[in-house]
């Protein structure tokens, strides 16, 4: 995972802007590290490079490492004197277009956004997403909505969930969308967004390693046709708290692990798939699906998956969106 800002400048001027910058932003400035060993360390760890000088040096720079806008990091130059801010890479997904409005704040310069749906005012459909918690899924097709908000079209949102606030110019909801949120492979052709709303409920055997569980995580998914970043957290009986493997694999996917006694999970509200054997062990006649109900606080979308010693529950919990996808 990304984290932090780095920066680097050319000359003594430029050096102590980015000092000053540093102070405002935080993260590190470039001593005496060759620059083509700093950009791509930098470009692999940090979630945004600024570059206080040349743009034609940045963008040679960062040229060997630019992959998709999807995950790329955001990329400015500012001049030395601060007076023009340029974010050249990931404007939206990657905030450079944000962060670029921050460091012109601080300079007092300007901000050279060249983003179309910025300039004219209009949806921003990536970074709705980005704003709302939900994952991009096809970044090359972000550009076919823009390009009709661009000539005048309305674009549709088929959004499965509330959204509340004023609704863009020249959007609307229904179905089929345009861009579509959901957590469900599909082989539609619109934008599909995913939505951070699914908790796992997991039981294992004593001892079960961190590799089992992704396997069985990764089958899961397939043959529920779920989208694995669709999931935000996991749940289980308190009895593995200590399990090492299931806090590996929790950790990897920067999850929040929550645990119930037998208790607090037969006190879950629904219709779960009983066990009379997991009952006389621990006390309770299902983990992973009564544990993920409880944890969502909603439904159970994948009732009881068994593989390799592992169980595994979906259930999604309560999501509320706004149109909101402008910062402030």
Known sequence: MREGIALTAFTARG??????????????VRTEEDLADWTQAAFNAR??????????IAMRSVAPYIRSKATDPAILCVDETGHWVIPLLSGHLGGANALALRVAALTGGEAVITTATDLNGLFAVDLWAKKQGMTVLQPERIKQVSAGLLRGEDIVVDCPYPVTGSIPEHV????????????RKT????LQLVPRVLTLGVGCKRGTSSDTLEQAFKAFCTEHGILPMAFTSAASIDLKRDEAGLLRFCKAHGWPLHFYSAEE???????????????SVIGVDNVCERAAALSA???????????????FAAAVHYA????????G
């Open 265 to 279: 999970l037969r006190g879950a509200e629904g219709a779960f798939t009983a066990s009379a054997f997991v009952e």
């Open 47 to 56: 979630e945004a490079l600024i570059f206080v000088g040349a743009a034609g």
């Open 187 to 190: 082989d539609s052709d619109a």
């Open 297 to 311: 606080g909603g439904r159970l979308v994948e009732r009881k998956y068994v593989r390799d010693g592992v169980t």
């Open 172 to 183: 609307c909801l229904g179905s089929p969308g345009d861009v579509l949120v959901s957590y």
């Open 320 to 327: 509320n969106y706004e149109w909101s996808w402008q910062d």
């Open 15 to 28: 050096k102590a802007l980015a000092e000053r910058l540093k102070a405002e932003l935080g993260g590190t």
